[in-house]
């Protein structure tokens, strides 16, 4: 069993900074690719940043400039620095993981997801 635990969240004005952070816990081999998805009401969920297990980062074009992801391979964390906050950033966001459970047992997991509130 693998759970990923976000914080971090919060309401902040507009030009406003958050960082989040998702620790990942459980029975870990290793993982992979870590990453930051949001999610408005009546909307598909949608990618914001993802990072390599080697660092390597991709974001939405929505938040690139703004939005910097990274991670601590050391503590199973990935965090997301968020600077420049807009209204429209305003959403829930969730963190994602590849995790081996064993050398050859491999799954997707999802954290609960922490409510990220941009508003004067």
């Known amino acids: 069993q693998v759970q990923l635990d976000e914080s971090g969240g919060g309401l902040v004005q507009p030009g406003g900074s958050l960082r989040l952070s998702c620790a990942a816990s459980g029975s870990i081999s290793s993982i992979g690719a870590m990453g930051w998805y949001r999610q408005v009401p009546g909307k598909q969920r949608e990618l914001v940043a993802t990072?390599?297990?080697?660092?390597?980062?991709n974001y939405a074009d929505s938040v690139k400039g703004r939005f910097a992801i990274s991670r601590d391979n050391a503590k199973n964390t990935v965090y997301l620095q968020m600077n420049s906050l807009k209204p429209e950033d305003t959403a829930v966001y969730y963190c994602?993981?590849?995790?081996?459970?064993?050398?050859?047992?491999?799954?997707?997991?999802w954290g609960q997801g922490t409510q990220v509130t941009v508003s004067s």
């Open positions: 990072i390599s297990s080697g660092g390597s980062t």
């Open positions: 994602n993981a590849g995790v081996f459970t064993t050398p050859r047992t491999y799954g997707t997991y």
